[in-house]
T-cell receptor, first 114, second 115 residues
Framework: AQSVTQLDSQVPVFEEAPVELRCNYSSSVSVYLFWYVQYPNQGLQLLLKYLSGSTLVKGINGFEAEFNKSQTSFHLRKPSVHISDTAEYFCAVTNSNSGYALNFGKGTSLLVTP | DAGVTQSPTHLIKTRGQQVTLRCSPKSGHDTVSWYQQALGQGPQFIFQYYEEEERQRGNFPDRFSGHQFPNYSSELNVNALLLGDSALYLC??????????????FGEGSWLTVV
């Protein structure tokens, strides 16, 4: 079985400040990891994904994430956020045992204020 | 290039009724999955269709059923609706389910309200 825990349900941050959204996972086999963003009343958009190789993954909109196998974490970071980054962020894991269906965390609500 | 399209965008049903939601995958994609997202929660995997067959299923009752057509489009059917079925239903498409690295693209969802 696999699971995802997003450690913060809400993260308030000021514009141009750095941000980290935390994600931990558990799995008995090798995993693929993803971060998706959901803007209000919209579907999910892929920010970035880790499949293999370099543990630092760069995505769209200036986001990056680091895969840490020993700590089973995949935290999302951005050095300077914008008001437009306000959204819900979901961490997801998948593996071959699940037929590559995505298992999502409960989400972290990022609120960027001036 | 059209992405994943879903219909209807919003609908209201009464308890006990049946509903059908529709999805057209992104061009070139042959695999369709459905997810349920309750308010304030992450999406939950319902099932996945490939080559017109259900390949994987999440922890959902048999009231939830689906179909994939030869053109890869898909339907999600929910029978005997309960109030707890109120949620955003997301369709996702990708290539060949056996390749985990393939990006999964999501539609904007169908909002179902059961009253």
């Amino acid at each position: 079985a696999q699971s995802v825990t997003q450690l913060d349900s809400q993260v308030p941050v000021f514009e141009e400040a750095p941000v980290e959204l935390r994600c931990n996972y558990s799995s008995s086999v090798s995993v693929y990891l993803f971060w998706y963003v959901q803007y209000p009343n919209q579907g999910l958009q892929l920010l970035l994904k880790y499949l293999s190789g370099s543990t630092l993954v760069k995505g769209i909109n200036g986001f990056e994430a680091e895969f840490n196998k020993s700590q089973t974490s995949f935290h999302l970071r951005k050095p300077s956020v914008h008001i437009s980054d306000t959204a819900e962020y979901f961490c997801a894991v998948t593996n071959s045992n699940s037929g590559y269906a995505l298992n999502f965390g409960k989400g972290t609500s990022l609120l960027v204020t001036p | 290039d059209a992405g994943v399209t879903q219909s209807p965008t919003h609908l209201i049903k009464t308890r006990g009724q049946q509903v059908t939601l529709r999805c057209s995958p992104k061009s070139g994609h042959d695999t369709v999955s459905w997810y349920q997202q309750a308010l304030g929660q992450g999406p939950q995997f319902i099932f996945q269709y490939y080559e017109e067959e259900e390949r994987q299923r999440g922890n959902f009752p048999d009231r939830f059923s689906g179909h994939q057509f030869p053109n890869y489009s898909s339907e999600l059917n929910v029978n005997a609706l309960l109030l707890g079925d109120s949620a955003l239903y997301l369709c996702a498409s990708s290539l060949v389910p056996g390749q985990g690295g393939n990006t999964i693209y999501f539609g904007e969802g169908s909002w179902l309200t059961v009253v």
